[in-house]
């Protein structure tokens, strides 16, 4: 009996170890993701003044100043990067999504000749890397004097192959019987897509929205490449111009400011869909 | 009668067939234009020898591009900065994601909320973020910054993490890449450890298997065809890193020396060294041809050693 006892106790100890070690794990890794954010908010709190006399740096500060994104939005031109990449981002993901739903409907829809072969020649762009294409992609709208220009940003990235895949299979799941009863009924192909298709598959359509939204906010590469004139930036390069040539170069606190700014819609959209984004990105993201 | 019959059917399949290319159209115009073109292009491009974009002419053709690249000592910097990146990021993440997704998994209390915490860093901007990160390592004249403090509160010497030493500066670079790729691993695990059949732990804990063996025999066998795809896509992504880099120490990488390869196209192509489209062809062509083998050789590995059901 006592032994029996004492085994009990040292497992105890043992799981509630474990517990332990598990729990420190993923707070401390925890700790690790949301310091930086907290560093941020915290530093774009601070007042310049206050920041720079710190020599070793505070972790709270007892007189906060919003003082910071007022010289945000007035001395650079966040309000115009803002407003260029929320254009920017409904545009492309307006558009992309038109293309790749029409371009989806007929390949789970539609028969005609070529079809599987166009269809698998789509496929095999997928393993196509970016890095291999924009450089032609580069010189193609440089001639066509579309550099800052909204149109030269938008054009490249209005069709996804992996997109068009992700829709065509969600639309070929819905039963053929409810297309043949529409066609009995006289409705025609682009009417059933709007009609019919398009609510079914309407989660499906809204983690594509939700990637291409997130993939629209971050892009870096494509923008510096096409745009050298501040007045076409999106907020990635606006951020780097900030960094390089605003504020003068030790105002870190208005910078601060700024990645708050712009750091804070997606994490917004992030915390309100969150299960829809997460689900998404396990489907289809990448990053990593 | 009967000809003319069958020739209105075929004009109804023709209209039909139109129909169905014209829904198809816009995607085809513009994977033909950005994607198709671009590819057959690059490789033109790579081969044409001083190509001149102002004249859009060139003198001959040959492999001269690509032995400009291998010689050239920014690119030899990318390389070797690219290799060790790689070399450190794809298994510490990977490693640490397992870690993570496991400890996710044996716990109930505040498992949502770890979750959506750990996934933050997936819908950052990786520039501003990058910008947060640099100040936290800086360390200027006027201010130590938060890690040096740390390290000095451990009896150590600080140093200056993005301008300092190489060590440092990649050591940076890769604590970045690993905050920013981690939650899109720790979400795939997750989900692979979870659609793990029960009954196999269950009739493990009837046999009395210890957790290391569980582990070893039931839990990483199913879950490897995930952990392979993490790998490769690892492998992939970490070849392709530029922003990161671009965030921590400004765009000016040469200068730096904490260039990649993708940072070495763009700066062929456009930027202070900019113009010359045939030699960042040829490094585009060349990275390319790196994942690709990477890639092969992950696939023939995993074949040894993913169990696909």
């Excluded at chain 1, 930036?233 to 700014?261: C, H, K």
Aim: with cysteine.
């Amino acid at each position: 009996m006592e032994n029996y006892s004492k085994i009990k106790t040292k497992a105890n100890f043992r799981h509630n170890l474990g517990k332990t070690l598990t729990y420190m794990l993923l707070g401390i890794w925890g700790i690790i993701v949301l310091f930086p954010f907290y560093w941020m908010i915290l530093s774009s709190l601070k007042s310049y003044a206050a920041y720079n006399g710190e020599y070793v740096p505070k972790f709270y500060t007892l007189s906060p100043t919003l003082r910071n994104y007022i010289d945000a939005f007035t001395t650079v031109n966040l309000a115009k990067y803002l407003l260029n990449t929320v254009i920017f981002t409904v545009a492309t993901t307006a558009l992309m999504v038109l293309v790749i739903t029409l371009a989806a409907f007929a390949f789970a829809r539609l028969e005609f000749p070529g079809r599987d072969l166009i269809f698998t020649l789509f496929l095999a762009l997928m393993m196509i890397p970016t890095e291999l294409v924009v450089i032609t992609n580069f010189v193609t709208i440089t001639n066509l004097d579309l550099r800052n220009t909204f149109l030269g940003l938008i054009l490249p990235s209005v069709t996804s192959v992996f997109y068009i895949y992700l829709l065509k299979e969600n639309f070929a799941q819905i039963p053929n019987e409810l297309y043949l009863a529409a066609k009995v009924d006289g409705t025609k192909d682009i009417k059933y897509l709007f009609k019919v298709m398009i609510p079914i598959c309407r989660p499906t359509m809204v983690t594509v929205i939700i990637l291409k939204v997130i993939e629209c906010w971050n892009l870096f590469v494509w923008p510096r490449l096409i745009t050298d004139d501040p007045a076409y930036f999106l907020v990635s390069n606006g951020i780097q111009e900030i960094r390089e040539n605003g504020f003068g170069r030790e105002n870190i606190p208005a910078m601060m400011a700024a990645v708050v700014v712009i750091s804070l819609p997606l994490i917004i959209l992030f915390l309100c869909f969150r299960k829809k984004v997460m689900e998404g990105v396990s489907r289809g993201g990448t990053k990593g | 009668m009967e000809k003319s019959k069958k020739w209105k059917i075929s004009k109804n399949t023709l209209m039909k067939i139109l129909t169905s290319y014209l829904y198809l159209l816009p995607a085809l115009v513009f994977l033909g234009v950005f994607m198709i073109y671009p590819l057959v292009d690059v490789f033109v491009y790579s081969f044409e020898e001083g190509y001149n974009s102002a004249a859009q002419s060139f003198f001959g053709v040959g492999t001269y591009n690509y032995s400009y690249v291998l010689r050239d000592e920014y690119f030899i910097q990318a390389l070797k900065n690219t290799i060790i990146l790689v070399v450190i990021t794809v298994p510490v993440s990977t490693g640490l994601g397992l870690l993570i997704a496991l400890a996710l998994n044996s716990i109930k209390a505040l498992r949502d909320l770890f979750q959506t915490v750990f996934f933050l860093p997936y819908v950052t901007n990786t520039l501003a973020v990058g910008l947060v990160f640099m100040i936290l390592f800086k360390k200027t004249p006027y201010s130590e910054g938060m890690v040096n403090m740390l390290i000095g509160l451990f009896g150590g010497n600080s140093v200056d993490f993005i301008d300092g030493p190489y060590w440092a500066k990649m050591f940076v670079l890769c604590f970045y890449t690993i905050w920013i790729v981690l939650p899109f691993k720790i979400l795939i695990l997750t989900s692979a450890l979870a659609s793990v059949n029960q009954n196999y732990y269950n009739a493990a804990k009837v046999d009395g298997t210890r957790k290391g063996r569980i582990f070893l025999r039931i839990t990483l066998p199913m879950i490897s065809p995930m952990l392979f795809y993490l790998i490769i896509t690892g492998f992939i992504g970490a070849f392709k890193a530029y922003s990161d880099s671009v965030a921590l120490f400004g765009t000016n990488l040469n200068a730096a020396g904490m260039n990649t390869i993708v940072g070495y196209v763009y700066d062929m192509l456009y930027g202070n060294s900019g113009g010359y489209p045939s030699y960042a062809s040829a490094a585009a062509i060349i990275l390319f041809a790196v994942v690709l083998t990477i890639t092969c050789i992950n696939l023939i590995v995993s074949r040894k050693y993913v169990h696909y059901k």
